[in-house]
């Protein structure tokens, strides 16, 4: 089994700053990618930013500018550093590992960490 968990939600003005961490433990072989989502109530899950093994990133065109998403690897710990957070960010935000436990293909996700920002 592989668990992800994830820290460092709450709640923060806007203009202000958070840094989100997820761990993973477990039965993991390889990493292929690591990311955030969110949901906002009433919203489908949307891909916030990733993190490829090789440190490739990707980042949603609304938070471009304001969040980094990095990577320790000896940790299999992923962060995702956010500034300049606006309302609109407000969110449950979850944690995703991409990769490998042996024999299985996994897409492993965190449960969860409430990101609220006030205007």
């Known amino acids: 089994q592989v668990q992800l968990v994830e820290s460092g939600g709450g709640l923060v003005q806007a203009g202000g700053s958070l840094r989100l961490s997820c761990a993973a433990s477990?039965?993991?072989?390889?990493?292929?990618?690591m990311g955030w989502y969110r949901q906002a109530p009433g919203k489908q899950r949307e891909l916030v930013a990733s993190i490829t093994n090789v440190g490739g990133t990707n980042y949603a065109d609304s938070v471009k500018g304001r969040f980094t998403i990095s990577r320790d690897n000896s940790k299999n710990t992923v962060y995702l550093q956010m500034n300049s957070l606006k309302p609109e960010d407000t969110a449950v935000y979850y944690c995703n590992l991409r990769g490998r436990s042996y024999f299985l293909t996994l897409d492993a996700w965190g449960q969860g960490t409430l990101v609220t920002v006030s205007s």
């Open positions: 477990g039965s993991i072989s390889s990493i292929n990618a």
